[in-house]
Structure formats: structure tokens, C-alpha cells
């Protein structure tokens, strides 16, 4: 058991290491390791909580990047494209998860730069709001992936 916690650690930390940008897009990263019967032992949960001094130092430069939400939509497509692998290690769940999180991070935090942008991230958010994620059934997580995967080749 130690050795798969020691080895989730440091592989949850090439990943972020890897795809720092999108960490702290979707401001959280999860990771849950199985065992050899494919039996859930743990699950790595990395989110971020900014504190007030954090505001005071840094302003928020994403408010003031006017291409923030295209840079959200790329990031979502390669998201579900990794998602949509036949042998990808991510669940729809977790995508689903992610993709929510980007949306409604871009809706509440970016400037939508042009009405296009904007209505996709309205349509994900629509479509990911008040459901629970982790409570889908494969079928219905597949299904709703497949909705946001649509949504996301405007």
C-alpha cells in the first residue's frame, strides 16, 4: 500500500508538473488509484483555495485576458478528446468533472471574448448545472459526454 501511495504522489505530481496551465484552469486535480483487481484504493484530490492576501498581491490576469475563454475551449477539446480514447485512464466522470469545472470557471472568472466562445460555455454550463457527477451510471455519464463533446466542435 505504501508503494502505490508513494508512486500516486509522485505521478499526480509529473502530471501537474506537465499540464501546470490546465491545473489551474480547472483549479482541481484528481487522481484515484486501483489495484491490480481494478478495485478503488484511494483517490488524490489537489484543489486550489486562494486566500484574501493572494487578491492583494496578484489581480486576477485572466479577467484581463481577452483570450481566456478560447484558451478554456481549447484546453476542454483536448480534454475530451484524451477522454474519448478507447484506453484513456480518465473516466467520463472524471472528464465530465473537469470539463463542468472549466466551464463554469470561464462563466464566472473570464471575459467571453466573442459571442461564440460565450455561448459554448453557456451550453456546457447548462448542461453540467445541478448534476451530480459522481452519481451517473456509466450509460448516463457516456451520454452526457457525448452532449458536451458535441457542444464543444462548434
Same mark, same amino acid.
Given at each position: ?6 508512486? /500516486? ?62 484558451? /478554456? ?8 478528446? /484524451? ?20 466551464? /463554469? ?50
Amino acid at each position: 500500500m505504501q508503494e502505490a501511495q508513494v508512486e /500516486a504522489v509522485r505521478t499526480l505530481g509529473e502530471l501537474l508538473r506537465d499540464d501546470g496551465p490546465g491545473f489551474w484552469i480547472s483549479r482541481e486535480a484528481r487522481m484515484i488509484v486501483f489495484s491490480c483487481q481494478g478495485e478503488i484504493l484511494f483517490q488524490l484530490v489537489v484543489s486550489v483555495v486562494a486566500t484574501p492576501a493572494v487578491a492583494a498581491i496578484a489581480p486576477n490576469e485572466r479577467r484581463e485576458n481577452p483570450d481566456a475563454c478560447r484558451k /478554456a475551449l481549447w484546453e476542454m477539446r483536448e480534454i475530451a478528446a /484524451a477522454a474519448a480514447l478507447q484506453d484513456s485512464p480518465m473516466t467520463d466522470q472524471e472528464a465530465l468533472s473537469t470539463l463542468a469545472a472549466i466551464a /463554469a470557471w470561464v462563466q464566472s472568472e473570464a471575459p467571453t471574448d466573442s459571442a461564440a466562445c460565450g455561448t459554448v460555455i453557456d451550453l456546457l454550463v447548462d448542461l453540467t448545472a445541478g448534476v451530480d457527477i459522481d452519481a451517473l451510471d456509466d450509460a448516463q455519464a457516456l451520454t452526457l459526454f457525448r452532449r458536451i463533446e458535441n457542444g464543444l466542435s462548434f
